[in-house]
T-cell receptor
Framework: GNSVTQMEGPVTLSEEAFLTINCTYT??????LFWYVQYPGEGLQLLLKATKADDKGSNKGFEATYRKETTSFHLEKGSVQVSDSAVYFC????????????FGTGTSLTVIP | EAQVTQNPRYLITVTGKKLTVTCSQNMNHEYMSWYRQDPGLGLRQIYY???????DKGDVPEGYKVSRKEKRNFPLILESPSPNQTSLYFCASRTWDLLGGYTFGSGTRLTVV
């Protein structure tokens, strides 16, 4: 079956620190991979995506590379800001399960000044 | 502005009292889904709809009903709420292009006492 495993949080970093949030997946077929971000009191927003192996998704300084050999899609940012404090969700979808996204459990990030 | 609108944002109710959470999208999306978010469990799909009058169960449909009489609306109905349905609920919509990802509403925090 399909599943997504994220590193457990919460993660607390100082401003300008380097961020990595790990995400690994199990999927039948060839999944597309996503990172969503949820700011306090809001719904999830699409942050970035990658649709095939070795693709790199990027947005707002965040990056993630689709690694088929390690079944991973780790989220990285070189220098975090206080405004990046949020919950981050890794997710996948496959063509044969087109109606359903599979989400990880979320990783809470707090950035302190 | 393209958006998914859920109402209410917060709801406290008593066990057994029927309630409806409304969801409306203005993007002419075909797919709509309901998710519940619980600590440590991430997002789990309750029901989804591929188009008007077409709905199907997600992972956790017990105790919920939905309807899709119009393309823009997808209400979630709890006929007899119970305390284990206390959760944060999200409505989401997307087009046929699954790579576009979902657009999420801002959430409804439901407490059943």
């Amino acid at each position: 079956g399909n599943s997504v495993t994220q590193m457990e949080g919460p993660v607390t970093l100082s401003e300008e620190a380097f961020l990595t949030i790990n995400c690994t997946y199990t999927a039948t077929g060839y999944p597309s991979l996503f990172w969503y971000v949820q700011y306090p009191g809001e719904g999830l927003q699409l942050l970035l995506k990658a649709t095939k192996a070795d693709d790199k998704g990027s947005n707002k300084g965040f990056e993630a590379t689709y690694r088929k050999e390690t079944t991973s899609f780790h989220l990285e940012k070189g220098s975090v800001q206080v405004s990046d404090s949020a919950v981050y969700f890794c997710a996948l979808i496959t063509p044969n399960t087109g109606n359903q996204f599979y989400f990880g459990t979320g990783t809470s990030l707090t950035v302190i000044p | 502005e393209a958006q998914v609108t859920q109402n209410p944002r917060y709801l406290i109710t008593v066990t057994g009292k029927k309630l409806t959470v409304t969801c409306s999208q203005n993007m002419n999306h075909e797919y709509m889904s309901w998710y519940r978010q619980d600590p440590g469990l991430g997002l789990r799909q309750i029901y989804y709809s591929m188009n008007v009058e077409v709905t199907d169960k997600g992972d956790v449909p017990e105790g919920y009903k939905v309807s899709r009489k119009e393309k823009r609306n997808f209400p979630l109905i709890l006929e007899s709420p119970s305390p284990n349905q206390t959760s944060l609920y999200f409505c989401a919509s997307r087009t046929w292009d699954l790579l576009g990802g979902y657009t999420f509403g801002s959430g409804t925090r439901l407490t059943v006492v």
